[in-house]
C-alpha cells in the first residue's frame, strides 16, 4: 500500500523533474529571452504536475486513498498553473518567487517521504531527507534572492537544474529502495 503510493509519486516526480530541467536549460541559455515563455512553461508544467497526481490519486485503491494526498495536490497544481498561464506578462518579475515557492513545496512533500521510510521500511532514509534539505536550501535561495536584470534568470537556472538533478536521483534511489 505505501510502496505503491511512494512508487507513484516518484515515477511522476522524474517526468515532472526532467521536464523542469529542460525549463532550467532554456533559462540559462537565453536568459533575455526565456522570462515569458519560462512562465509559460512553468505553468504547463505546473498542470501537467497536477494532472498526473489526480490521474494516480484515481487509480490508487481505496484503501491506499486513506492518508493519499494527491487529489488536493492536483488541483491546487491545475488552479496554479492556469492562473500562472493567464498572468503570464505580469509574473515576469516574480519568476524568482514562483520557482522557489515550487521547490520548497516539492521539497517539504520529499522530507514528508523520508520520514515515512524511516518509519515504515529499512532503508537508508537519510539520503532522501539530506537531499530534500538540499533542496529546500535551494528553493529558499532563489525565493529571497532580489531579480538583479536578466543574470538573475540565468543564476535560478542553474539552480533550479541542480534542484531537478537532485531531485531525480533522489527518486531513483528511493524507487530502487522499494524493490
Known amino acids: 500500500m505505501f510502496r505503491e503510493f511512494v512508487k507513484k509519486y516518484e515515477k511522476n516526480s522524474i517526468w515532472i523533474s526532467v521536464l523542469m530541467l529542460i525549463l532550467a536549460l532554456f533559462l540559462i541559455i537565453a536568459p533575455i529571452t526565456s522570462a515569458v515563455t519560462a512562465i509559460y512553461m512553468f505553468g504547463i508544467f505546473i498542470i501537467v504536475d497536477g494532472i498526473m497526481h489526480i490521474v494516480s490519486y484515481c487509480t490508487t485503491n481505496a484503501d491506499n486513498r486513506l492518508m493519499n494526498f494527491e487529489f488536493a495536490e492536483g488541483i491546487l497544481d491545475i488552479l496554479s498553473g492556469v492562473l500562472i498561464l493567464f498572468s503570464a506578462g505580469y509574473l515576469v518579475a516574480v519568476l524568482p518567487i514562483l520557482l522557489g515557492a515550487f521547490i520548497i513545496l516539492k521539497s517539504i512533500i520529499k522530507m514528508q517521504i523520508s520520514l515515512n521510510i524511516k518509519t515504515n521500511m529499512q ?57
Open 123 to 179: 532503508s537508508n532514509w537519510i539520503l532522501v531527507l539530506v537531499f530534500s534539505i538540499i533542496s529546500l536550501i535551494i528553493g529558499i535561495f532563489i525565493l529571497f534572492n532580489p531579480m538583479y536584470g536578466y543574470i538573475t534568470i540565468s543564476i535560478m537556472g542553474v539552480f533550479l537544474a541542480v534542484y531537478e538533478i537532485l531531485n531525480i536521483v533522489e527518486s531513483i534511489y528511493i524507487l530502487n529502495k522499494l524493490k
